[in-house]
């Protein structure tokens, strides 16, 4: 345990991007770390604990690795993006009126799923103990989620749930008979040279470098970094760099990883969310005071927060920080990704 906000923590100076110096200085992160990559060339920068090409938990960013390998497996002719889920996936609740949730609905989260990280002990954005080192299967996620009433019935709304990507992650598997995470591998980290990206199973460290994420309890920070990240599986537990993450996104958006109408289906999005983004399939819309919008997704595990970033000029922009108790104001998150795309 350690006492003190920023304990053992050396500024880094920065000045390409001053406003991460700021957030260590004001106590709302412990780390942070930006690298915008552009026709003009890189700029990276980090303060604190983080360093330029550090690795992070990437959180929920994962959910848009299993998204592309499906958009892959329904380019191939293997899945069917209005096939009812439960056709690969056995097990999955139907509406009241007997609607069966799709494929589709599943990646864009207009299931209706319940969410089996709203129960307690369940989540990997809170402390867990000594259970933060227990291992889960998908199967049992799914048993917990399935154990509650859904939301709504399919395609009745819309409900951010991690239980959807549970349901994807498992899709895979049956189809491939391989796991979600040799997919992975196969299909998008290899080809693209991402060797900073790992799908980490039941090992419960990061690579080094990497900074440490914190969480208060009782009043005291505690060291969050290891854990074993298999309470998130498909929906949130894989690792990399913001170079790698880049690069992945900026892959997917100019069309390199799936067909022009997979790419289109993924950017059709859910506007009407009620949060700061729009919902595509695996993809997120940001819409900045600019006027621009930039494609990505966030991720938040226990003390690491991303978003990764990519705008249709190019620009890509990823951004890990290491929140501490009193946070980073969501204002200045946006500002500082609109000063990088507007």
Not at 121 to 143: I, M
Not at 190 to 199: C, F, K
Request: glycine letters at 12%; a negative charge; proline letters at 4%.
């Amino acid at each position: 345990m350690i006492n003190t906000a920023i304990a053992g923590v050396v500024l880094a100076v920065t000045s390409t991007f001053p406003a991460l110096d700021g957030w260590v200085e004001q106590g709302w992160a412990s780390g942070a770390l930006l690298t915008v990559q552009d026709s003009t060339g890189t700029r990276a920068d980090a303060a604190g604990e983080a360093s330029v090409g550090g690795y992070f938990r990437i959180g929920s960013a994962t959910k848009t690795f299993v998204a592309t390998v499906v958009l892959q497996l329904v380019d191939e002719g293997k899945v069917g993006l209005d096939d009812p889920v439960d056709r690969y996936v056995a097990g999955v609740p139907k509406g009241e009126n007997g609607d069966r949730a799709t494929v589709r609905q599943v990646l864009n989260h207009t299931s209706g799923f319940y969410d089996y990280a709203h129960e307690e002990g369940y989540s990997t954005n809170r402390w867990r103990g000594a259970d933060r080192f227990r291992s889960y299967r998908p199967q049992e996620l799914l048993d917990v989620a399935f154990a509650r009433e859904s939301y709504f019935d399919p395609g009745e709304g819309w409900h951010y749930s991690n239980t959807n990507y549970i349901v994807a992650g498992m899709l895979i598997e049956r189809v491939t008979g391989r796991t979600y995470g040799d997919e992975v591998r196969a299909r998008v980290l290899r080809p693209l040279g991402l060797a900073h990206t790992t799908v980490p199973g039941w090992r419960p460290g990061l690579p080094h470098p990497h900074a440490r994420g914190y969480t208060q309890v009782d009043g005291r920070l505690v060291d969050a970094t290891s854990m074993n990240p298999t309470l998130d599986w498909a929906a949130g537990e894989m690792i990399s760099t913001a170079e790698d993450l880049n690069r992945f996104f900026d892959a997917l958006l100019s069309g390199r990883l799936t067909s022009a109408a997979s790419l289109d289906a993924m950017r059709q999005t859910v506007d009407d969310t009620g949060t700061i983004f729009a919902y595509g399939l695996g993809l997120q819309r940001f819409d900045l005071p600019c006027g621009r919008s930039i494609w990505g997704h966030g991720g938040e595990l226990i003390g690491y927060r991303t978003y990764a970033t990519r705008a249709d000029d190019g620009t890509r922009a990823t951004l890990s920080y290491n929140p501490l108790p009193a946070d980073v104001p969501g204002e200045e998150v946006i500002g500082l990704l609109a000063s990088v795309h507007c």
